[in-house]
């Protein structure tokens, strides 16, 4: 669908009493050849923020704070954390007063012998506020986590504090002795191997030294701080530690220089040889910009070039911190912060991007994305401008996105694969009306949202953009920062826009949309842009409830299992901030199947997502009454689903809002869930044993499962040499991966947490390597998407469950070792047996939730170009009596087919059950093929089978009174049982 709409560009004109002048439009491609650098992470450091957050006796308001940085949904979707490992002060002084700024050291009193790590004296109790926080923003969603320095223990040091050492003669100096460089990474090692092995939380990157060549740490900076001198100082200690890490075998990967300027950072890395930089996973920089930098932009491009064009060395660039201190004005705080982000993401071509501190203190400053009180109860906080031009990125750059080449400064590009979403964030700086224009070259723009945050409004939402074709054009009020989402897929909601039609205000029913309980669509309010309408729930009286909803999206035969979809919608809830909002509003997704009645999961509350007003606890108390843009968390369909339905209600109201919630512009899309794992990060093939091609996930137990995701830029062959054990396996990228070695994989876990499972999301794949299963295992496989394996494959007894309208091939090699297959009935379940498959267990036939077998329906259970065995046994659903299974195994497929039932016993289909179907019985008695009306009993074919035929004796399709023929006596026949087994036992492997 696409909307040509004007109405914003006239209304922000008239508003402004300006025109806006015509641009020419940027051309915007989304192909490989448009990449510059894949992003990873957006984040913020915790040491003050975390100690003071973790120490505050309102948990309520602790948790909205969190919420809103970390909620991956209607937050800022922060994914990335630096974690401050402290080093303590002095007992003697000078005391550290800074709020938040006195973090625990985990040796606080100074050993007998400081280089002797043996006499440590370890407090692993320590800094239990921060690490309060890193828990909670990992339970929100947090991927990464980067322990970071800002001094060595106290004890350690130079001066013996923790602030610095005095200058001399106004030189700077460093404050760690080279013969101290060992036991400070011994420290920082030990700290991360107890996270890890204690804690459960793993470190993915280390950076030892903050802003190390600057002359900031003097001992009077009232917090930690460490000079180490550009050259050979700092080469130094960047090799003890990378060292200390490969004699430990640890997946940390090291990080540096953390100077405070991108040209401070390139002239501490020219100075590091190639041996040096050979320890570098990551080069980091802090972004300020000083009166001795060249133009942010020059710097930053120096330092990427510089970067580039070293051997040996990481190519990728994150920006670590960043903060608007001294800005007169929010709004200029939140300019400023966007400027540097689109410098930094353009420019500098930073794959992560990290403010210093999300919370400040109430003192003044604008320093702080949310000001609270440091004073331990934080009963209050304030949302700034820099929380919503940081969100204008972090919510909609997702990690995994590609920052796309484009020729307008004023403008970052990016796309997200996940979601085929183009995300355009423009940032206004100027005191005047502009205007936009972009094509798109290579992608359609199906439906659209616009998102402007300036000095009238927060993160507002205006509706979709004016888009004709495929031109979005666009006018930016001055001092804005404005996002476009564009996305490529269809909207799946029928009357997107709550056009009423000739429905009457308060209607329950429009085109596409129902209404129970306490909701109605209504025609006085409208976020489109057209007069189109609104839904509204009745959000202001106690105990009212309602849902919207659509009827189910798919089809009987349309197989939706793995399918990833979210739902976003604008919402205007008038409250007074999330205080006084008490009623529960979701935005859920329902999944069913194949009679869009029966639930294909437990309960209809299994894929919710609450939202609450994004205002803040200000203390000015003011209503928020604009529209904003929400949206639900990424919900997968379960195993058989067929339909999936959009609902937006809300429920327990206890004293009620101010006025009544709107809503409007509902989106349904296809998208995919964030990677949850061990991440592949080469652009490239590589062995799948060397840690420095992964970004490890913050939660130790997520680190057995692998995601193969859209890194690499081309076909890529993962080497597997050794023995590798894994819990979960996932592919997503249009690249082919192909893990291929002389190894061994073993996938899953007998008892897991949850199910093993491979996931092959997008692409085609390979495992050319031998697998065998520690578990019952789910292979989930996409429509358009496969994967073969064509190495070898053992079940090794378990269960395998195909799921999904993609192809899984056992192509070499499948070995059932008395295990089983099941599968969802289809059409074609896309499943390919090689020839050389041993077939030594039972396949299963499965039925979607609601689905009805009926006459004359035929699925395709597998496909072969040969076989050379057939299954044990294959278990089938129940039918009426009136109907049977017919089981076939063709020249290139195995089927089944619903026919109408035969006489039991008639096992010629002849229509008597006489001595001929005696015969059959017995040259068929221990196959695995099943015999035709066997009274649902399958194979193998036994005694059951004839003790059905003896009961049945003599009955025919036309008289089904008993024959006077003779049966034979049951002497003979147990003769004949043991003379049959007996052969079959020869001829069985």
């Known amino acids: 669908m696409q909307f040509s709409r004007t109405w914003l560009a006239a209304l922000v004109a008239a508003a402004c009493g300006t025109a806006a002048s015509e641009a020419a439009a940027t051309d915007i491609r989304t192909d490989s050849g448009s990449f510059e650098q894949r992003f990873e992470a957006w984040g913020t450091s915790l040491a003050w923020m975390g100690n003071e957050l973790g120490a505050s006796t309102s948990g309520s308001r602790r948790d909205q704070i969190m919420d809103l940085l970390f909620d991956q949904n209607n937050g800022l979707g922060l994914n990335f954390v630096r974690y401050n490992i402290g080093a303590g002060q002095n007992p003697a002084g000078p005391a550290i007063t800074r709020p938040g700024g006195d973090i625990a050291g985990w040796v606080p009193s100074a050993p007998a012998n400081a280089s002797d790590p043996s006499t440590w004296v370890w407090d692993w109790n320590a800094d239990a506020t921060q690490r309060l926080i890193l828990n909670e923003a990992i339970e929100r969603g ?33 404050n760690l002795s080279t013969d101290n460089y060992d036991v400070f990474g011994e420290y920082l090692l030990d700290v991360s191997e107890h996270f890890e092995s204690n804690l459960g939380i793993q470190f993915n990157t280390l950076s030892p030294m903050n802003e190390p060549g600057t002359s900031f740490w003097n001992g009077g900076s009232n917090q930690e701080g460490m000079n180490i001198s550009t050259g050979s100082a700092q080469s130094a200690l960047i090799r003890e530690i990378g060292q200390q890490l490969v004699d430990r075998g640890s997946a940390v990967g090291l990080v540096g220089p953390e100077e405070t300027t991108s040209g401070r950072t390139a002239t501490s890395f020219a100075q590091w040889g190639s041996a040096t930089r050979s320890y570098l996973d990551r080069v980091n920089t802090h972004s300020y910009s000083y009166s001795w930098s060249s133009s942010d932009a020059d710097s930053a491009a120096a330092l990427a070039g510089l970067v580039a064009s070293r051997p040996s060395s990481t190519q990728t660039i994150y920006a670590t ?25 353009r420019h500098l071509g930073a794959a992560g991007w990290t403010y210093w501190q999300a919370v400040e203190d109430n003192n003044g400053s604008n320093w702080g994305m949310l000001i609270a009180p440091f004073n331990g109860t934080n009963t209050w906080f304030n949302m700034r401008k820099q929380y919503y031009a940081m969100q204008h990125f972090s919510a909609h750059i997702r990690p995994g996105s590609q920052i796309l080449d484009q020729s307008n400064d004023e ?69 804005s920062i404005t996002t476009i989402l564009i996305y490529d897929q269809p909207n799946l909601i029928q009357n997107a ?76 809830f008038q409250n007074a901030g999330a205080a006084n909002y008490d009623a529960k509003t979701y935005l859920s997704v329902e999944f069913y199947g194949a009679d869009d009645q029966s639930l294909a999961h437990g309960s209809v509350s299994d894929y919710k997502t609450l939202i609450v007003p994004a205002l803040g606890i200000d203390q000015s108390g003011g209503v928020d009454s604009d529209y904003r843009s929400y949206y639900s968390g990424t919900f997968v369909a379960p195993a058989g689903t067929r339909y999936v339905r959009p609902v937006i209600g809300y429920e327990n109201v206890a004293t009620g809002s101010t006025d009544w919630t709107y809503i409007d512009n509902a989106y349904l899309g296809v998208t995919h869930p964030a990677a949850q794992g061990r991440e592949w990060i080469l652009t490239g093939g590589g062995s799948l044993s060397n840690k420095v091609n992964w970004s490890y996930n913050a939660q ?87 994967v073969a394996f064509d190495a070898a494959l053992s079940l090794n007894g378990n269960q395998l469950t195909k799921l999904g309208a993609g192809t ?126 066997d009274g649902g009993l399958g194979v193998p074919i036994g005694s059951a089978h004839y003790e059905l035929w003896r009961g049945n004796f003599g009955e025919t399709l036309g008289a089904l009174n008993a024959s006077s023929a003779p049966v034979p006596e049951p002497g003979a026949i147990a003769l004949l049982l043991l003379t049959l087994l007996a052969q079959v036992h020869s001829r069985r492997r």
Not at 159 to 170: H, Y
């Open 700 to 786: 130790v137990e997520n680190n057995s499962k692998l995601y193969f995701g859209n890194a690499i830029q081309q076909a890529s062959t993962v080497a597997v040499d050794g023995a590798e054990a894994i819990a979960r396996l996932t592919f997503f990228s249009d690249n082919a991966y192909r893990l291929q070695g002389a190894g061994q994989l073993t996938i899953g876990d007998a008892n897991p947490a949850a199910a093993n499972l491979i996931d092959v999301r997008l692409g085609s794949h390979r495992v050319s390597v031998n697998t065998q299963l520690a578990g019952d295992l789910n292979v989930q496989v996409l429509p358009g998407a496969s």
């Open 321 to 345: 911190e960043f903060g608007t201190g001294g800005n007169s004005t929010p709004l200029s705080g939140g300019i400023t912060l966007a400027n540097q982000i689109s410098n930094d993401l």
């Open 142 to 174: 947090v991927t990464q986590v980067e322990a970071f320095a800002n001094s060595a223990p106290w004890w350690m040091t130079e001066s013996l504090s923790s602030t610095g050492a005095p200058k001399v003669n106004n030189v700077a100096q460093n």
């Open 808 to 933: 899984l091939s056992l192509a070499t090699g499948f070995v059932m070792d008395g295990g089983a297959i099941r599968s969802y009935a289809a059409s074609d379940a896309a499943l390919y047996l090689g020839a050389d498959a041993v077939l030594d267990g039972d396949f299963e036939l499965l039925l979607a939730p609601g689905q009805v077998a009926q006459l004359g329906d035929l699925f395709r259970l597998a496909s072969y170009a040969a076989l050379s065995d057939t299954f044990d046994g294959i278990v089938l659903p129940s039918l009426p009596t009136e109907l049977a299974w017919e089981i076939e195994y063709g020249v290139d497929a195995l089927i089944a087919e619903v026919v109408n039932a035969g006489l039991p016993g008639d096992f010629n289909n002849d229509g008597s059950v006489d001595a001929a179907d005696y015969t059959v019985w017995r040259d068929n008695f221990g196959a695995a093929g099943p015999l035709l009306n």
């Open 497 to 572: 826009n709550f056009s009423l039609g000739s429905a009457g205000n308060g209607a329950n029913s429009i085109d596409g949309w129902q209404a129970q309980g306490q909701a109605a669509f209504d025609s006085s309010r409208d976020n489109s842009g057209d007069s189109s309408g609104s839904g509204r729930l009745l959000t202001n009286s106690v105990r009212n409830f309602g849902k919207i909803y659509q009827a189910g999206i798919g089809g009987a035969d349309t197989d939706l299992t793995g399918v990833g979809y979210q739902l976003s919608l604008d919402v205007q």
């Open 411 to 479: 403008t970052v590009a990016a796309y997200d694969p996940r979601s085929s979403t183009t995300v355009l964030v423009v940032t206004n700086d100027e005191d005047a009306v502009d205007s936009n224009a972009y094509t798109m070259l290579d992608r359609s723009a199906a439906y659209t949202r616009v998102i402007r945050t300036d000095a009238s409004g927060n993160y507002r939402s205006y509706g979709p953009a004016a888009v004709r074709g495929n031109q979005i054009s666009m006018t930016a009020t001055e001092q």
